[in-house]
T-cell receptor
Framework: KQEVTQIPAALSVPEGENLVLNCSFT??????LQWFRQDPGKGLTSLLL?????REQTSGRLNASLDKSSGRSTLYIAASQPGDSATYLC???????????FGTGTRLKVLA | DVKVTQSSRYLVKRTGEKVFLECVQD?????MFWYRQDPGLGLRLIYF???????EKGDIPEGYSVSREKKERFSLILESASTNQTSMYLC??????????????FGQGTRLTVV
């Protein structure tokens, strides 16, 4: 059974720092992995999608990498800003299924 | 801009009421999902639908049912609401194209309180 873990559960950094969020999964047979952002009381906003054949994806200050063999993905945020404060979730789709399995998220706070 | 619209942001219902949560997507996407999100438990899949009138149970279907009569609309039904169904409910849609699954997009969520 696929399990997704995100460490740390919470992170607080000063503005301007570069930071890395981690996502681990137990079954490497995945279709893809997607990173989301969630603001308090709101829905999920898609950030980046990495297909199983890809190693990384970039969007603006965000870069996500995928290492299927080790069951890991990282989300790199460059030059963090207070507006980046949110909960970040990763989710994987295991081969042969339609559904996403989510991690429990990393709550990020960027201090001005 | 992709839109997944949930009919209500906040709902308060009484124990025993029948509750309908509606979700509408503006694209011709096959797969639609209902999740609930609770502190410490994360997002858990209730039901998903891969086409009109087609549905499959997720991880926690007990106490819920769904309806998909048109491709753009996926409804979650609480037959007899209970206090343990107080939660944030999230609807999502995505297209499945064989190996190349596309992005999932979520609605804004419905915060349901059962009193």
């Amino acid at each position: 059974k696929q399990e997704v873990t995100q460490i740390p559960a919470a992170l607080s950094v000063p503005e301007g720092e570069n930071l890395v969020l981690n996502c681990s999964f137990t079954d490497s047979a995945i279709y893809n992995l997607q990173w989301f952002r969630q603001d308090p009381g709101k829905g999920l906003t898609s950030l980046l999608l990495i297909q199983s054949s890809q190693r990384e994806q970039t969007s603006g200050r965000l870069n996500a990498s995928l290492d299927k063999s080790s069951g890991r993905s990282t989300l790199y945020i460059a030059a963090s800003q207070p507006g980046d404060s949110a909960t970040y979730l990763c989710a994987v789709t295991t081969s042969g299924t339609y559904k996403y399995i989510f991690g429990t998220g990393t709550r990020l706070k960027v201090l001005a | 801009d992709v839109k997944v619209t949930q009919s209500s942001r906040y709902l308060v219902k009484r124990t025993g009421e029948k509750v309908f949560l509606e979700c509408v997507q503006d694209m011709d996407h096959e797969n639609m999902f209902w999740y609930r999100q609770d502190p410490g438990l994360g997002l858990r899949l209730i039901y998903f639908s891969y086409d009109v009138k087609m549905k499959e149970k997720g991880d926690i279907p007990e106490g819920y049912s769904v309806s998909r009569e048109k491709k753009e609309r996926f409804s979650l039904i609480l037959e007899s609401a209970s206090t343990n169904q107080t939660s944030m409910y999230l609807c999502a849609r995505r297209t499945n194209r064989g190996e190349m699954n596309t992005e999932a997009f979520f609605g804004q969520g419905t915060r349901l309180t059962v009193v």
